[in-house]
């Protein structure tokens, strides 16, 4: 069983940065393929950023270039770090492991950036 806890969230300004941490209690955490999601309001969840095992990292084409995943293994949490972000970046942030279908999911976090 995995337990996850997504924090972070908050307001930025367009232009401004955030970091998302997901802690994570429960074992195996090395093994899973960690990734952030997200869901704005009337629309469907999307993939923003993805890390396996083996460090490979994965973006959306929206966030390359302006967010980086990262983990710590000894620590068991995971990072979003979130720079220039824009109006559209607004949504709920979801830490997931293992997958969409199958997986483990936090809470959620929420972003709003607005001036």
């Known amino acids: 069983q995995v337990h996850i806890v997504e924090s972070g969230g908050g307001l930025a300004q367009p232009g401004g940065s955030l970091r998302l941490s997901c802690a994570v209690s429960?074992?195996?955490?090395?093994?899973?393929?960690w990734a952030w999601y997200r869901q704005a309001p009337g629309k469907q969840r999307e993939l923003v950023a993805d890390?396996?095992?083996?460090?490979?990292?994965n973006y959306a084409d929206s966030v390359k270039g302006r967010f980086t995943i990262s983990r710590d293994v000894p620590k068991k949490s995971v990072y979003l770090q979130m720079s220039n972000l824009k109006p559209e970046d607004t949504a709920g942030y979801y830490c997931?492991?293992?997958?969409?279908?199958?997986?483990?999911w936090g809470q959620g976090t929420q972003v709003t950036v607005s001036s």
């Open positions: 997931n492991a293992g997958g969409e279908k199958y997986g483990f």
């Open positions: 429960g074992s195996l955490f090395s093994i899973y393929t």
């Open positions: 890390i396996t095992m083996s460090e490979s990292t």
